[in-house]
C-alpha cells in the first residue's frame, strides 16, 4: 500500500522535502515589503480600521495556501499616500511570484492583493506608524 503524502510535502530521490504555510508567507510577507510604495502589511481591520503592522511582521497580513505543487497567496497592505495603487499592486504580485518560485519551487497560480488603507507621509516613520505622546 502507497503511503499518502501530506500537502506541501515534495518527494525525492533522497527523500521529502515540506515546506511550511509560515515560510511561504514571509518570504512573500518580505517580498511585498521591498515594493515601493508599500507603507506597511495590515493585519486585518480592527473596529473598522486597518491595523498597521508596519514592516518588521513579514508573515502578517499574508495567507497563503499551499498544496503540493501550487500557492495562493492573499496579501493585505496600506499603501503610501500619492502613489499609483494598480502599478504598486501589480508589482507586488510580480515580487511575490519572482521570490517564492525561486525559493521554494512551488508554482504560484494566484496572488490577491487587498488595499486596506492609506499611509499619509506624517503617520509613517520608518515603516511604523507615530505614537501620539
Not at 500537502?7 to 522535502?17: A, D, F, K, M, Q
Not at 503592522?53 to 508573515?59: A, D, E, I
Request: hydrophobic share 40%; proline share 4%; no cysteine.
Amino acid at each position: 500500500m502507497e503511503k499518502e503524502m501530506p500537502e506541501n510535502t515534495i518527494l525525492t530521490e533522497e527523500g521529502t522535502v515540506k515546506i511550511s504555510d509560515e515560510v511561504v508567507s514571509i518570504i512573500a510577507g518580505l517580498a511585498a515589503s521591498e515594493v515601493k510604495g508599500v507603507a506597511g502589511m495590515s493585519g486585518g481591520i480592527v473596529g473598522g480600521i486597518a491595523e498597521f503592522v508596519g514592516k518588521k511582521s513579514p508573515s502578517k497580513g499574508i495567507k497563503v495556501e499551499v498544496g503540493e505543487k501550487e500557492a495562493a497567496i492573499d496579501v493585505y497592505v496600506i499603501v503610501e499616500f500619492g502613489i499609483r495603487i494598480p502599478e504598486v499592486a501589480h508589482e507586488i504580485q510580480r515580487n511575490i511570484k519572482k521570490a517564492v518560485e525561486s525559493m521554494t519551487g512551488l508554482s504560484v497560480i494566484e496572488i490577491n492583493v487587498h488595499v486596506q488603507g492609506v499611509a499619509f507621509p506624517n503617520e509613517v516613520k520608518d515603516g511604523e506608524p507615530f505614537k501620539n505622546k
